[in-house]
């Protein structure tokens, strides 16, 4: 305990920096998400092979190499139109855009999923009663999804905690980046410190999953 009490306060200004990453990225990733799966599953093919390439490719590729690209690539190229313009991406809006565009691509197949389980017959027989398809998707398909949807969206946000550690690489102060300088400052006895983190990581992470079960079965008590 000796060695923990001094590093405490490090810690938990990480802890809080990453709870500040995720709760700004993943609303923002759910926005994202909803619209490219909305555009996805659009009928004008203009609309629908962006949102679907931009998917593919950001499931498909590494998100460490998502974050350099946004920081190093995206800050270079705006610092070519304007120098002063570069010092909009900083680890902390590099860290959110990043975050928040990997796990869009992941929750507009939550989304997908979800509107794919209504039964096809109740949007038609909300069509056949007169209602507009905003109205059918509102009132109709969006609040039976929902339910079904909020495990993967909890799962993935539990994901996004762990995730943020990838901030780090861009000098974003993170629990995972204060955890590396004290398991370097005392390499002969890292093991209290690996302990610490593993147990802020729960304790920001168990609320969430708690929460959300609730949440899921008044949900589905109200349908």
């Not at 923002?28 to 009928?43: I, P």
């Not at 460490?64 to 800050?75: K, M, R």
């Not at 869009?104 to 017959?121: N, P, Q, T």
């Not at 946000?157 to 400052?185: C, H, M, P, Q, W």
Request: aromatic fraction near 12%.
């Amino acid at each position: 305990m000796d060695v923990i009490w001094p590093a405490l306060p490090s810690f938990l200004v990480g802890a809080r920096n990453t709870i500040l990453y995720c709760i700004v990225s993943f609303p923002l990733a759910l926005v994202l998400g909803l619209l490219l799966a909305l555009m996805d599953g659009s009928h004008y093919i203009w609309l629908r092979n962006p949102a679907r390439i931009f998917i593919e490719v950001v499931r498909g590729t590494p998100i460490v190499a998502q974050i350099f690209i946004v920081y190093y690539g995206l800050g270079a190229l705006l610092a070519s139109v304007h120098p002063s313009w570069a010092l909009w991406i900083n680890n902390w809006t590099a860290g959110i855009g990043t975050l928040a565009l990997n796990y869009s691509a992941y929750e507009a197949e939550i989304y997908r999923a979800g509107f794919l389980s209504v039964d096809k017959g109740q949007a038609e027989a909300a069509l056949s009663l007169g209602l507009s398809p905003s109205q059918n998707f509102f009132r109709i398909q969006l609040p039976q999804a929902i339910p079904l949807m909020i495990p993967p969206f909890v799962n993935d946000f539990i994901y996004l905690l762990k995730d943020s550690a990838i901030i780090s690489v861009i000098a974003g102060t993170e629990l995972t980046s204060v955890l590396n300088f004290f398991v370097r400052k005392n390499a002969s006895n890292p093991m209290p410190f690996f302990l610490l983190a593993i147990v802020l990581y729960l304790l920001m992470s168990l609320p969430v999953s708690y929460v959300a079960k609730r949440l899921e079965r008044r949900l589905r008590a109200a349908l």
